[in-house]
């Protein structure tokens, strides 16, 4: 039987940089392949060239049994495939019917017919399960239905070959279970589905097959049901899975955060808490709980209504960002690539962005020396996987962009470190160096308050975990009372109660 994607011996180069060597492997219509591997493996590189974004230096790609070389994304999605990112390539300022068919609208003589339109969107939406009104502005959507409308973007081109990237990273689980239930449908209806993803429970509920990279290698295509999780693990990474999360007791050096009745958007009560110098606070919660709100708040980047937030014992007037980070707390935000890098510039700029109004000669001129110096010391100590500092980032991992931005924080001298999702769409190897990081400055006496959709990871990295649900600080738990289903319970709403 023809496979419905082959790759076949595909290699790609970039500037210093060999990114793909010799990957072949297939996809079967009607099935859901997963492809894993740690950040560098060459994944996002691999969907690139599917969509047609990126063309390989050597190798070809195979649709139906016949060799293709797309000129651009608008080819691929002609010959039936669609590569759905986890930064949605969508126009929020648009309705969801102009969404879904951008670039094929239905019309007469120049002019759209907006009747075609809502009926061709309403048809299309009811394929994903969704009755969202058609004429609704893209934006006001949250997050898991707007993912459905790129759903049916792809299947409104006749899309047979989806292909999914870490498309679960921001959705609850109930979102969660109603993508797979979709995912599903698809397969039965004969579509190939490619599906990109760390999350191991994912990909064992839902795959059948995998193909496992390695430093731009393949590894291993095999039944799912041949392997076990460690098995998957130890093959993406070329070693034993041990100690994850490096967690270890360590004494506090007085007072770092403290938050006295906050109040402001996403909140609805003021929330207190405090953190140790050297202690981490990890924030558990479902999706819309208000914790990446909280961590804007301390941080200055949105409006507060009350309250007050001390560092190191003094009280500290954080109404923006350029305050926060002259008291000492800086943000790693959850949407990396959208407000924590430059994508268009340097490794080198990224991680000086920041330090460099400090160490300007005279206020004004760029210390070159100084600068460089510093990149270098960041690159070796976060052990930042790239040809150089002159690398543009975004030709860099997600794992090795969140080194930079911490490489950036740490360039300056940190009192409090807020992390948003910081392994979002990170792999396991990655992340273990991450959470050795975070351990490490810890130690050095740095307060790290660590928000976290990833109940092992909250649970194994911190000292204490805060759990927040609809906008309320419920709970803090000291690390030893804390379990995954004393989390969940306090995470999840509280029952309305019975109307009489």
């Known amino acids: ?38 950040n560098g493996a060459g994944k996002s590189t691999l969907l690139k060239i599917l969509s047609g974004a990126c063309r390989p230096t050597t190798g070809t790609v195979v649709i139906d049994g016949e060799p293709r070389r797309f000129a651009d994304t608008a080819d691929a999605l002609t010959a ?13 300022q648009l309705s969801v019917a102009e969404n879904i068919f951008l670039g094929h609208l239905p019309g ?5 017919d907006r009747k075609a339109l809502a009926a061709d969107a309403r048809r299309q939406l009811e394929l994903v399960g969704e009755s969202i009104d058609p004429a609704t502005e893209l934006g006001r959507l949250p997050l898991a239905q707007r993912q459905m409308v790129e759903i049916a973007k792809a299947l409104s081109r006749g899309a047979r070959l989806i292909a999914f990237d ?8 109930r979102e969660v279970r109603r993508l797979f239930a979709i995912i599903r449908e698809l397969r039965a209806r004969g579509c190939a589905i490619l599906y990109v993803s760390h999350r191991m429970e994912e990909i064992f509920a839902l795959c059948d097959r995998i193909t496992i990279l390695r430093d731009g290698r393949h590894v291993e295509t095999a039944a799912l049901a041949a392997l076990s999780r ?35 958007p996403g909140l609805a009560t003021p929330v207190s808490f405090s953190a140790g110098a050297g202690e981490i606070l990890g924030f558990f919660g479902l999706v819309g709980a208000g914790r990446t709100e909280l961590l804007r708040l301390i941080y200055g980047t949105a409006p507060r209504r009350a309250g007050r937030v001390s560092v190191r014992g003094r009280v500290v007037d954080l109404t923006s960002p350029r305050a926060a980070i002259a008291a000492g707390v800086v943000l790693c935000p959850e949407d990396r690539k959208r407000e924590g890098i430059v994508p268009i510039r340097s490794v080198h700029e990224n991680i000086n962005l920041g330090v460099r109004r400090r160490r300007a000669r005279g206020g004004i001129l760029i210390n070159d020396t100084w600068e460089a110096a510093n990149t270098r010391t960041q690159i070796e100590r976060l052990r930042v996987r790239t040809p150089s500092g002159r690398q543009l980032i975004r030709h860099l991992s997600g794992g090795n962009q969140q080194k930079v931005i911490l490489g950036r924080w740490l360039s300056e001298p940190v009192q409090v470190l807020l992390l948003d999702e910081p392994t979002r769409g990170i792999d396991v190897g990655a992340r273990g160096e991450l959470y050795s990081l975070i351990q490490d400055l810890a130690r050095d006496g740095v307060c790290v308050i660590l928000v976290s959709s990833d109940l092992p990871e909250v649970l194994g ?17 000291d690390r030893a009372d804390a379990t995954e289903e004393k989390l969940l319970r306090l995470a999840l709403p509280l029952e309305p109660a019975a109307v009489p």
């Open 108 to 112: 007469r003589f120049g002019w759209v």
């Open 230 to 264: 460690d098995d998957v693990v130890r093959r993406m990474i070329g070693r034993e899975r041990a100690h994850l999360h490096h967690y270890a007791s360590r004494p506090l050096r007085g007072p770092g955060l403290e938050v006295e009745g906050l109040l402001g």
């Open 461 to 477: 990295v911190s000292d204490r975990i805060a759990v927040m649900r609809e906008g309320t600080l419920a709970a803090v738990l």
């Open 166 to 173: 870490e498309p679960t990273s921001s959705l609850s689980d």
């Open 80 to 92: 039936g495939v669609a590569v759905i990112y986890q930064e949605l390539h969508l126009v929020p």
């Open 1 to 38: 039987m023809t496979p419905a994607l082959a790759f076949d011996r595909i290699g790609m180069e970039f500037p210093g940089v060999q990114a793909l060597s010799d990957v072949s492997f297939a996809v079967e219509a009607g099935s859901v392949h997963a492809l894993v591997g740690e």
